[in-house]
């Protein structure tokens, strides 16, 4: 039978920093001797900064499809059918990614767009198979983390990430990127962000229109609260306790779902007792999160 191995579908808007936290975790991973592998999934990459162990543009480019007479797609349809020939074309993805052992982790750098996530079943087809696959998943929101500062951005940033989870189904993870970037004054109020109330924000920062959509913004707020989702994981590269946390997260989350198996998944290097070895167990029951009813 097959053996259980380990993925984080990475994902989020346009640029906000998937590729490149792919290639720091690889990084981190190497300093710390072990592995972690990171298979290329956007058609149109161009450049990224990771050794892939698996890449779709190997099956198909962006520019086969807008090149092609026939197909003559723009920059977004031409990804769109890139990413339903490889739904359709998922034992190529298998056999790419047969060098993924037991017990080994892998990302899975995706596009930005975010009707892949939204409400094309392409994404989610993925996921399933790797699934039947014997992959464990979890997902891995990158969000920008400039979107913090302004509620409106934070909320329609989400959105985005609620429909992500609703369409996908996986444990998820929002992890806040290019914190370098904020200024001072920002990383102060960061902490108040990480769980931000979100009601207390929008009423004193929502703009002109907030008192008007007042009802709006509290039915907002009702609802992500109910899915748990205002929460962040920040992710400073040049911080190593960051990278460190932002894992722990992540396999707390993925734990919750993989139950003790996971314990297994640390090996002997010596980052033991960072990735993996969760203290406390998970806090997130992924079940209680997940089920939407049948
Ligand atoms: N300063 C800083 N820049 C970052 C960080 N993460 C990403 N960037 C920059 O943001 C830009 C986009 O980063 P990518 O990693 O390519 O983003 P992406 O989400 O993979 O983008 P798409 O695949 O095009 O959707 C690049 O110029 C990165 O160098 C960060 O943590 N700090
Ligand atoms: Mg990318």
């Known amino acids: 039978s097959l053996q259980t191995r380990y993925a984080q579908l990475v994902i989020g808007p346009a ?8 290639a720091n975790l690889q990084r981190h991973a190497e300093a710390c001797r072990r592995r972690i592998l ?51 074309n998922l034992d190529w993805l298998d056999n790419a990614l047969d060098a993924v052992a037991e017990d080994e ?21 993925i996921v399933d198979y790797l699934q039947s ?15 913090l500062v302004d509620p409106c951005k934070l909320v329609s940033g989400l959105f985005a990430a609620l429909s992500a989870m609703v369409n996908l189904e996986l444990p ?17 109020q960061l902490t108040d962000y990480l769980e931000p109330d979100l009601a207390h924000l929008l009423a004193e920062h929502g703009g002109p229109l907030s008192a008007r959509y007042a009802g709006l ?31 722990l997260q992540e396999r707390d989350y993925e734990a919750a779902e993989g139950g003790a198996e996971h314990e297994r998944v640390n090996g002997d290097g010596d980052c033991e007792g960072e990735i993996g070895a969760v203290g406390g167990g998970p806090q997130f029951n ?9």
């Open 15 to 22: 640029g906000s920093g998937k590729s490149t936290y792919c």
């Open 38 to 88: 990171v298979a290329n999934l956007d058609p149109a990459a161009e450049h990224f900064d990771y050794q892939p162990v698996a890449d779709v543009r190997d099956l198909i480019q962006v520019h086969d499809a807008m090149e092609d007479s026939e197909l003559a797609f723009g920059p977004n349809g031409g990804l769109v059918f890139c990413m339903d020939y490889l739904a359709h």
């Open 105 to 125: 982790y892998l990302l899975l750098d995706c596009p930005g767009q975010i009707e892949l996530y939204c409400h094309l079943p392409v994404m989610r087809q």
């Open 133 to 147: 696959r014997e992959f464990r998943l979890c997902s891995v929101f990158v969000l920008d983390s400039q979107f």
């Open 172 to 188: 998820h993870v929002n992890l806040l990127s290019k914190l370098d970037l904020l200024s001072r004054a920002q990383k102060r």
């Open 217 to 247: 913004n509290a039915a907002v707020v009702d609802l992500i609260d109910s899915y748990s989702l205002v929460r962040f994981v920040p992710f400073d590269v040049s911080d190593e306790q960051c990278v460190t946390d932002a894992l």
């Open 286 to 294: 992924v079940e209680d999160h997940l089920d939407f009813g049948s």
